[in-house]
């Protein structure tokens, strides 16, 4: 087992906390968080060992869990590397790209692991799907979450958006060739509603509309590929593929046949996928203790990480233009 400790002890890292204290991959060691107050009060109510030293923490671990807001995400990330500690880091990598681009290098360079938090790579729907995505050329993804006031203090795309964004990253095989996007700030200073359209160079194209404040909550993304749908429910966990291939020869009454305007005829066919129940989040911090100890591939790397704010950054870029402009 791998000695851990985690830094930022708010509402996600309350559940990392009990998440590492019940993995088999770790030996939990304790956590740190600059609210004293909160760290002492969450020791006593959870038992967890609070350190008010960050440092002291730092030199009794092998594994930091950074739970921070992302501004503080690097200058943790850089205590954990030049500390020869391998690293979990939430989403988004960082706040910018320099600073991403700064933790590729010392992760490099002192050779430890470190892992982005992009949760919904480990969501049990997408991945009973993701034997089906073959080479896909549109996908319509929406994201909407209800209104809630402890999450308008970071932009949209890069608390909501951003998973989508990965996700898209992480099928389309090919660079990126253009970004379009526009939104609204309805309640918030940041756009509340934000909608990207993602062109790639193999002609790919996705479209990914993220709301925080819709009437309900949604997590929908559909894969359009040759003679293929894929439609995954994020939320609900739950996926359908419908498949298409030339129509029997012989057929059956209860076959469903579509027939164009050439007089080609297919058949559609229904598959649901076997979705296996899973923690997603104790999941991916497994994850990377397999990769440590096994010394292999890290399934969210850094520099995906890195690509995925690249974009989302430029999708808040190109939003914040057209604000301007009005």
Known sequence: MLKAGLVGAGHLGKIHLKLLNQSEKYDFIGF?????????KLQEELGYKFYENFEELLSQIEVLDIVTPTFAHFYYAEKAIKANKHFF????ITGTLSEADQII???EEYQVKGQ?????RFNPAFIASQPFIDNPMFLEIHRLAEFNPRGTDVPVVLDLMIHDLDIVLSVVKSPVKSIHASGVAVVSTTPDIANARIEFENGCVAN???????????RKSRFFQKDAYISIDFMEKKAEIIKMKDAPAEIQPFDMIIENAEGDKKQILFQYPEIHSNNAI???LDS??????QNTQIPVTLQQGREALRVALEVMEQIEHKL???
């Open 282 to 284: 104790l999941d991916e």
């Open 208 to 218: 990914v509309t993220t709301s925080r404040i819709s009437m309900r909550n949604m």
């Open 324 to 326: 301007s402009a009005k």
């Open 89 to 92: 880091i939430e989403k988004p």
């Open 116 to 120: 982005v938090g992009h949760v919904e």
């Open 32 to 40: 740190h968080d600059t609210d004293i107050e909160n760290g002492k």
């Open 105 to 107: 290098q010392w992760a």
């Open 288 to 293: 990377l203790a397999d990769s440590i100890e």
